[in-house]
């Protein structure tokens, strides 16, 4: 105790390092028993996996949310390893979500089978804001599946998700044996400007969105609000041509490739509405992948510009 008194400044230190070192050797202990564990349920072919969810809890920092719509997270799970290792039984699991106070957060069910047929099932989280988000602001999002049969193990994920206040943005939904995958879209701008002259207007004028809605089919057409354009290779996904916006697509930016004699499309361009939120489904040549963007993938699979009004 003495000691300690003539060296108080030492002594604390010496303590600080060790109450680092025990929780790193908690925490390391922790991350070794849990591969541990997992190797010893794979020893009994029970493969309970996801590529976003992780028996280490795996975080993720988002920041693409405008902080104004609702944001969904896809959680995939499967019951394989690989295509020659896949469970033979059905796979039970509960799903549990936590957020942050600033945001509620809605399953789209908590609790699900992965059939043995199927190999495959996903959930949806849909964060909604409870306050007024401003650029820099975050909300967090963790969540967890834990398998009640054959045997018990837990997955579970860490998201971050940041505020940016832009006037465009994008996403993609997509998950393991999902059979497409939909490309989101949100146009945050509140008005219009002129492209071509008519009536009154000139080129570069705004009109708000109650001017554009008493407007001509003609004059609209004068007008935009977003103009995207989107490129993919058609190799590896295909384009719903029944949704609208390929329907009403603009003759310029307009590219097909041939593949075997025929012709599949591979880049297009649409005006998207003021203030709007619009989507395309893609379908998969692959569907044991997953395109997520940006949470599974750092760089999309649907190349996507956009011009907007100033």
């Given amino acids: 105790m003495k000691y300690i008194r003539n060296h108080k400044k030492l002594s604390i230190i010496i303590l600080i390092i060790l109450v680092i070192f025990l929780i790193i050797s908690i925490t390391l202990g922790r991350y070794i028993l849990n591969i541990v564990n997992n190797f010893i349920l794979e020893t009994k072919s029970f493969y309970f996996n996801s590529s976003i969810l992780t028996i280490n809890n795996k975080g993720y920092s988002i920041n693409n949310w405008d902080g104004v719509n609702n944001y969904t997270l896809t959680i995939d799970l499967s019951n394989r390893k690989n295509a020659k290792r896949i469970t033979k039984a059905d796979i039970s699991y509960d799903i549990n979500v936590n957020c942050s106070g600033n945001v509620t957060c809605t399953l789209s069910k908590t609790s699900g089978v992965i059939y043995s047929t ?19 602001d975050i909300a967090t999002v963790s969540t967890s599946v834990t398998s009640s049969s054959p045997y018990t193990k837990t ?16 996403n993609i939904e997509d998950s393991v044996n999902a059979k497409y995958l939909t490309l989101n879209l ?4 509140t008005y219009y400007q002129v492209q071509t002259p008519f009536s009154t207007y000139s080129v570069g004028d705004q009109i708000s969105i109650d001017d554009y809605a008493n407007l001509s089919e003609s004059e609209k057409a004068n007008c935009f609000s977003a103009i995207v354009t989107i490129e993919f290779d058609p190799k590896i996904l295909f384009c719903d041509l029944t ?32 203030s709007s939120n619009r989507s395309i489904i893609f379908y998969k040549d692959d569907i044991t ?21 100033k």
């Fill in 118 to 136: 199927d190999e495959s099932d996903s959930y949806q989280i849909t964060v909604t804001p409870t306050k007024n988000f401003y650029e820099g």
């Fill in 289 to 309: 992948k997953n395109y997520t963007y940006p949470i599974v993938n750092d760089n999309s699979i649907v190349n996507v510009s956009v011009t907007t009004a």
């Fill in 155 to 170: 997955l579970s994920a860490t998201y971050s998700i940041g505020i940016k206040k832009s006037n465009f943005s994008y």
């Fill in 243 to 274: 949704n609208k916006l390929y329907i009403n697509r603009l003759s310029t930016n307009y590219e097909t490739e041939t593949i075997n004699g025929y012709n599949y499309v591979k880049k297009f361009s649409f005006k998207l509405n003021a």
């Fill in 186 to 189: 949100t146009n945050s701008i």
